[in-house]
């Protein structure tokens, strides 16, 4: 039944992000692909917010953890599609516009990070997990 929830949840990302991605094509233009900076902003912001709540209050299970981390954030956040983008930029020979984008996905996107997790720490509390022991903190464990 995971899997069935992971996949829902990748179709849900999927449709969000091909949304975000043609909303702001529409709005800010196709001369720099601000959709796809968005998206990885904004999934960084959600993972490093998802991450640190599941760190501190234990509250949710491993499940539902990998069902939005693994499904939804992993289909929603784009850095395959940035690396191509990157890569187009780079080959028209826009060598400014391409670091551009690479330093604006890669230095926002780990401040996003920390900011998602910075945020959490403030709202909730330290809730000792049950048995308090170690638990190592990665997504898809």
Request: with cysteine; charged share 15%.
């Amino acid at each position: 039944m995971l899997v069935l929830y992971i996949a829902l949840a990748g179709a849900l990302g999927a449709l969000a992000r091909w949304g975000l991605v043609l909303l702001l094509g529409r709005v800010a233009g196709l001369e720099f692909p601000w959709g796809t900076l968005a998206v990885n902003l904004i999934g960084c912001l959600l993972i490093g917010m998802l991450m640190e709540a599941v760190e501190r209050t234990h509250l949710i299970d491993h499940e539902i953890r990998v069902v939005l981390a693994v499904g939804f954030i992993g289909t929603f956040t784009t850095f395959s599609t940035f690396a191509y983008e990157s890569l187009q930029i780079a080959r028209s020979g826009e060598w400014l516009r391409m670091g551009m984008n690479l330093t604006l996905n890669v230095v926002l996107g780990f401040f996003l990070v920390w900011l998602g997790s910075q945020a959490i720490r403030q709202a909730l509390p330290r809730r000792p997990a049950a048995g308090a022991h170690f638990e190592q903190s990665t997504i898809e464990k």
